[in-house]
């Protein structure tokens, strides 16, 4: 039985199509929200491990989507990644100066070459952050790509720190 005049009816109905819509919510989002707290206070690292994502770049598809809720673009620059090889050396040698050497002689290789020079373009127009999961840049692969970088355009760096504790 219909108890309301149809033009109140269609504000109910609208009512609750607005909130169906405003409150709509899969499991999904559950696991979005939970690898976004894990990843802001554990890093990108643990959220793959938890996620059980084999590849890290999975991961951060987390991180791009809440930068651009914040209007920030994410721009993936694949051939800016340390090798792989000298990566997994690194981890397990501790060694710098080895990985270093890899590094820059991967940073001149074509595909690195005119990824550096985009990312020359992307710091032309606007600011820009080199991110990796490292907790210090001093022992980072992405100091050696900004010093790249500024082979390739003049630029100020500014390394972003972990507060201490
Ligand atoms: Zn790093």
């Known amino acids: 039985m219909n108890c309301l005049p149809n033009d109140k009816r269609a504000v109910v109905n609208w ?14 989002q559950l696991r979005h ?7 802001a206070k ?3 690292e643990l959220t793959r491990t938890v996620l059980g994502h084999s590849d890290i770049a999975t991961s951060a598809i987390y991180a791009e989507r809440d930068l651009a809720v914040d209007s920030i673009a994410y721009t993936h620059l694949r051939p800016l990644g340390s090798p792989r090889d000298a990566r997994k050396r690194f981890q397990a040698d501790r060694d710098w100066s080895t990985f270093a050497t890899a590094v820059n002689e991967h940073l001149t290789t074509p595909a690195a070459v005119e990824a550096l020079e985009k990312l020359a373009e992307l710091v032309s127009v606007e600011p820009c952050c080199l ?6 840049p001093d022992r980072c692969h992405r100091s050696l790509v900004a010093d790249a ?3 390739v355009k003049p630029v100020e760096v500014v ?5 201490q504790e």
């Open 131 to 136: 991110l990796c999961t490292c907790p210090e």
């Open 149 to 151: 970088l500024a082979e």
């Open 15 to 28: 009512a609750m199509r607005e909130h169906r819509a405003a409150c709509r919510w899969s499991p999904n």
């Open 33 to 39: 929200t939970r690898a976004t707290q894990l990843r």
């Open 42 to 44: 554990y890093g990108i």
């Open 159 to 163: 390394h972003v720190r972990l507060l």
